[in-house]
C-alpha cells in the first residue's frame, strides 16, 4: 500500500459583528487507538452580541472530542456523522451554522457538511467535481486537492487554476490571496482549507484517476481495519500578511535578473547590486511609513473604541438610575452592561479620570441592588463517616469518604456501600465508576462489579474530575491530564498551556470548558489556553471561592464563596446573577447542582443537604 502525507494550507478573514469563519484541522486518535486528521470549516452568522471567535473554536472542540470518544461499532462514517450531530446541537438563538468536516483516516475521506453557504470542490488535474451531498466517504488518491470553502471565499478565488495539469504550489496560492482578503472590507464570510494529498514514494504524484471515485451514503466505502495508519505531516498556519507578497515580488525579479545570459557579465553584476540597493532603500521606506501609518490607526481605534465604551456606559448607567426605583432586578442588568463597557474603556486607557469616576458611581448602585436569598437546607443522606465529594449518576447519589463508596438510591435514601482505597481525598463518579484520588494515586472502582483498578500516580493533587472518560486532576502548578488507553490509563501530559501557581482550595469544573477557583478569581481554559473571563457586576473584595459546579446543561456558574458563606450565581460569560447565604457553604466539602437548575446539594460533614433554587 502506497503511504501518502498530506499537504495542508488555510486561510480566514477577520470576524465581524455578526459572522465569522474559522478554518481548523487537528491530528486525532480515536477509541481504538488509530489516528487521522480532520479538517474543519465552521461559518455562524446572525450573531447578535456573542463572542464568535470563541463559539467557533467550541464547536470544533465539542466535535472532535466527540468523534475522539465515539464508539466505532457503526464504522467510521457514524463516528463523523456524531460529531456533526453535536455540532447542530451546540448553537441555539438565532445563531445560524454551516459547516463542513473532512476527516482523512487510512485511505478514505470522510466527509459531512450542513449548510448552504459551504462548497467541498475535489480537483484531480484536469478533472473538477462538486461534492453535493450531506455525508459520505470515498478513497483517496494521491495527487487530489480537496478545496472546503464558503461561497464568499469562491467569488474570489478561480478554481480553474487547480484544473492545470501543473505541480501545484499552495504556499504561493494562499499568498496572493492573502492580498486580495486583505482588501476586502468585510472578511466575516471568507474561509477556506486546502489539503493536497501527496504521494511518499514519489513526491508531487498524480491520481490516475478522476474525483468521480468520491461517493454518497449509499456507495460510501470502510477502510480496510488492517491496514497501518498513513502518515500525515502536521499543518502550518497561514499568516494574511500583504507584505510577504510584495517581498515574493521582489524576488522574483532578481532571481530573473539572475538568469540572463547575455552581455558584458560586469556591467550585469553592477547593475544587479545597484538594483538591490535601490529595492533595499524602497523598502526601508515602505516599512517605515507602513509602521508610522500603522501606529497613527491604531491609536485613533483605540481612542474610538475607548469613547464608544465610556458613551455606551454612560448611557447604560443613566437608564439604570431612571428604573432602580421601580424596578430593581432590572435597574441591575442594566447596571452590570454598565460596569462591562466601562471595564472594557478602562482597559484601554485606566487613567482617565472620567471613567475611573464613572466606574465608582456604577459600583455603588450594583451594590444597592444587590439580590441575597437565605437557603433552607434539608438532609437529603445522613452517614457515619464525614464525606469529601459526591456526584449524581441518574437516580443515584455516589459518595465518597474514608475508605467507603456510598450508592444512595434517590427514592428510598439508602445506601449500598462499596470498599473503596483508604484516605480518599477527593472523588468523582462517571459511566457507572468512581474515580478516586488516595494519596498520590488514582483509582477507577467499578460500581457494578465492585472492583477497584490503579489509574495512575501523582503527587501533590488536591481536586480530581472526569469528562468524557478523561481524568483531570489539580496540582500545585498545573492540570494534569490522563487518558483511557487500551488495558488502562496513561498520563498525556499538563493540560495547561502555561504553569500557573494553584492554591489547595482550587477546584475544577468542566463543561466541554475548562473552570478553576482560585483565591477571588476564576479562570476559564480552552485546550489549556487560558480564555478572557471577568466577572461583571460583583462588589467588594473579599470573596474566597472554593468548590464549583457546571455541566453543559447548565448555563451557569455555581461557586462556594467560603469567606461570607455564600453560593454565587454567575453566567458563563461572567454576569454576577444572584446569591445564596448561609453558614453551611463555609463548611462545604463539595457542591452538585441539578441538570434543570432548581435544586443545589451540598454535602457537609457527614451529610448531604438539599435544597431548593429560586
Known amino acids: 500500500m502506497v503511504e501518502f502525507s498530506l499537504k495542508i494550507e488555510k486561510i480566514a478573514g477577520l470576524a465581524g459583528e455578526k459572522s465569522a469563519c474559522g478554518v481548523f484541522t487537528k491530528r486525532l486518535t480515536l477509541s481504538d487507538g488509530t489516528l ?50 453535536a455540532t447542530k446541537e451546540y448553537v441555539s438563538g438565532d445563531l ?64 480553474g487554476v487547480f484544473t492545470k495539469e501543473a505541480q501545484i504550489d499552495l504556499e504561493e496560492i494562499i499568498d496572493g490571496l492573502a492580498t486580495e482578503v486583505s482588501s476586502e472590507d468585510d472578511q466575516s464570510q471568507i474561509g477556506a482549507g486546502f489539503v493536497l494529498v501527496k504521494s511518499e514514494e514519489e513526491e508531487g504524484s498524480k491520481g490516475s484517476e478522476g474525483t468521480e471515485g468520491i461517493e454518497g451514503p449509499e456507495g460510501s466505502k470502510e477502510p480496510n481495519e488492517t491496514e ?60 517605515v511609513s507602513a509602521i508610522f501609518t500603522l501606529k497613527q490607526r491604531n491609536e485613533r481605534e483605540k481612542m474610538a473604541r475607548f469613547n464608544a465604551y465610556l458613551g455606551q456606559a454612560s448611557s447604560k448607567f443613566t437608564e439604570g438610575l431612571a428604573v432602580i426605583e421601580l424596578n430593581k432586578s432590572r435597574a441591575r442588568e442594566i447596571l452590570t452592561e454598565a460596569d462591562k463597557q466601562i471595564k472594557l474603556a478602562l482597559e484601554i486607557n ?20 444587590e439580590t441575597t436569598a437565605s437557603v433552607s437546607f434539608q438532609t437529603f443522606y445522613e452517614g457515619s463517616e464525614p464525606i469529601n465529594s459526591f456526584s449524581i449518576l441518574g437516580k443515584r447519589v455516589v459518595a465518597i469518604g474514608g475508605n467507603k463508596i456510598l450508592v444512595i438510591d434517590t427514592s428510598e435514601k439508602k445506601a449500598d456501600e462499596i470498599e473503596g482505597p483508604e484516605n480518599a481525598v477527593k472523588g468523582f463518579a462517571y459511566s457507572d465508576s468512581a474515580f478516586v484520588l488516595a494519596g498520590d494515586k488514582i483509582f477507577k472502582v467499578d460500581l457494578i462489579k465492585e472492583k477497584s483498578e490503579e489509574v495512575g500516580q501523582i503527587e501533590n493533587a488536591y481536586d480530581l474530575c472526569v469528562f468524557l472518560g478523561n481524568v483531570y486532576l489539580v496540582t500545585g502548578d498545573q492540570i494534569a491530564k490522563f487518558v483511557p488507553v487500551e488495558g488502562g490509563y496513561s498520563r498525556s501530559g499538563d493540560y495547561l498551556n502555561e504553569k500557573m501557581d494553584m492554591s489547595t482550595d482550587s477546584r475544577l469544573a468542566i463543561d466541554g470548558l475548562v473552570w478553576l477557583t482560585k483565591g477571588d478569581k476564576i479562570f476559564k481554559f480552552l485546550r489549556g489556553a487560558r480564555q478572557d473571563f471577568e466577572i461583571s457586576g460583583l462588589t467588594g473584595a473579599n470573596f474566597e471561592f472554593g468548590e464549583i459546579y457546571t455541566n453543559a446543561n447548565l448555563d451557569s456558574l455555581y461557586v462556594v464563596d467560603r469567606a461570607n458563606s455564600a453560593l454565587l450565581v454567575i453566567s458563563k460569560d461572567g454576569v454576577y446573577q444572584k446569591a445564596y447565604q448561609s453558614a453551611e457553604f463555609g463548611k462545604a466539602s463539595d457542591l452538585v447542582i441539578s441538570d434543570d437548575g432548581t435544586k443545589m446539594y451540598l454535602s457537609v460533614d457527614s451529610k448531604i443537604l438539599e435544597a431548593a433554587l429560586e
Open 36 to 85: 487521522g486528521v480532520i479538517v474543519s470549516l465552521v461559518l455562524v452568522t446572525d450573531g447578535n452580541g456573542e463572542d464568535l471567535q470563541t463559539v467557533l473554536r467550541d464547536i470544533f472542540e465539542l466535535s472532535t472530542k466527540k468523534l475522539e470518544s465515539a464508539n466505532l461499532e457503526e464504522g467510521i462514517l457514524g463516528a463523523v456523522r456524531l460529531a456533526e450531530e
Open 96 to 159: 445560524k451554522i454551516h459547516f463542513a468536516q473532512l476527516f482523512f483516516y487510512k485511505d478514505v475521506c470522510y466527509i459531512t457538511r450542513n449548510g448552504e453557504k459551504i462548497k467541498i470542490l475535489v480537483f484531480d488535474p484536469p478533472k473538477q467535481a462538486e461534492i453535493s451531498f450531506e455525508s459520505g466517504s470515498g478513497p483517496i488518491k494521491m495527487g487530489q486537492i480537496y478545496l472546503v470553502a464558503t461561497e464568499k471565499f469562491l467569488s474570489l478565488f478561480d478554481v
Open 228 to 287: 497501518d495508519s498513513e502518515t500525515v505531516e502536521r499543518p502550518q498556519r497561514r499568516v494574511l500578511n500583504p507584505m510577504l507578497f510584495v517581498l515574493r515580488v521582489i524576488r522574483r525579479v532578481f532571481l530573473e535578473i539572475k538568469s540572463l545570459k547575455r552581455g558584458d557579465i560586469r556591467a550585469i553584476l553592477t547593475l544587479k547590486r545597484n538594483i538591490m540597493i535601490v529595492a533595499f532603500v524602497i523598502i526601508l521606506v515602505l516599512v
Open 350 to 369: 485606566k487613567n482617565d479620570e472620567k471613567a475611573q469616576g464613572l466606574e465608582g458611581d456604577i459600583l455603588a448602585k450594583l451594590k444597592e441592588t
